[in-house]
């Protein structure tokens, strides 16, 4: 029997890649080469873990020279709803920094906002790859609106820089999970074909352990939202089913006293699965037709 780990990391790889400075540095070095003289010290992570309570967690935020750098990983399923999460990840973020640095947004001064800067870490196959997401035109028909967001999609990065090492992490780690299941087998090939292949290899010799809980605690929470997944899909289509027998129903019911069979006193004896809203319903609609 193959070993399934239990755990209740809530983390991500992305997230706990990057909350490493040195990492996030080279991260920030990924997104802006022409900013050499950047350091450790001026980054700061801001990122909230608490906005969506579902799931594992892959945002990241953090601030570099006056921007506020926001970036979203897009898991192997695409969904456009990235660009809301987006847009409420950012208010929220907004509203910590007010707070955290004790800014008055009722007074007369004006306010010190940092510049945004968005992207979105897509790590899938989709073969659509659009350079930006946008709010307006993903919901609005691409109309003038009195809101707007737009990030930047993120499919790789350039040369072996640490976006394009993650980037092909995953894509091992998805290829590895295809072949092995959700398996801890799974898991020791990826950080060993990586670490051979020089994918974050620093970074997976020195958190072999801790890389490990966090993919299986991955798997876990998978396999709780697939269950949920199907869970909702039984419940919906136990509700057509029971709404197709009500409306069979009643066009029994209307069609049985049109013949004269039944008075509608009579109906609920005949179709049981018929309420008082349903009864009520088919009385107005057979005297509006007599």
Request: with cysteine.
């Amino acid at each position: 029997m193959q070993e399934k780990v239990k755990g209740n990391v809530k983390d991500s790889i992305f997230c706990n890649l990057f909350r490493i400075k040195k990492y996030l540095l080279q991260l920030y070095q990924a997104l802006h080469p022409e900013d050499a003289s950047m350091t450790e010290e001026g980054l700061e992570n801001v990122t909230i873990n608490h906005v969506f309570t579902n799931g594992i967690y892959n945002d990241l935020c953090f601030t570099a020279r006056g921007r506020l750098i926001l970036m979203l990983e897009a898991q192997s399923t695409w969904s456009v709803n990235v660009i809301i999460r987006m847009f409420i990840y950012l208010a929220q973020t907004y509203h910590e920094y007010f707070k955290g640095n004790c800014i008055n947004l009722y007074g007369s001064k004006k306010a010190v906002m940092p510049e945004p800067e968005l992207y979105v870490v897509y790590t899938g196959d989709r073969k659509k790859r659009q350079e930006y997401i946008s709010l307006s035109e993903e919901y609005f028909g691409g109309k003038n609106t009195n809101i707007e967001l737009k990030a930047k999609v993120i499919y790789g990065g350039k040369g072996n820089d640490i976006l394009e090492q993650y980037i092909k992490f995953t894509k091992v780690y998805n290829g590895q999970v295809k072949e092995h299941g959700r398996t801890k087998e799974a898991v020791i090939e990826t950080i060993r074909i990586c670490k051979n292949e020089n994918l974050l290899k620093e970074y997976l010799e020195s958190r072999e352990k801790e890389v490990v809980g966090i993919m299986m605690a991955l798997f876990d929470q998978e396999e709780v939202f697939d269950t949920y997944v199907k869970s909702e899909r039984r419940e919906a289509a136990k509700e057509a089913e029971r709404r197709t027998r009500k409306e069979t129903a009643v066009k029994t019911a209307v069609k049985f006293l049109k013949a004269g069979k039944c008075s509608v006193d009579e109906i609920r004896d005949i179709i049981p699965e018929l309420e008082d809203d349903d009864i009520t319903k088919i009385e107005k609609e057979f005297m509006q037709q007599m």
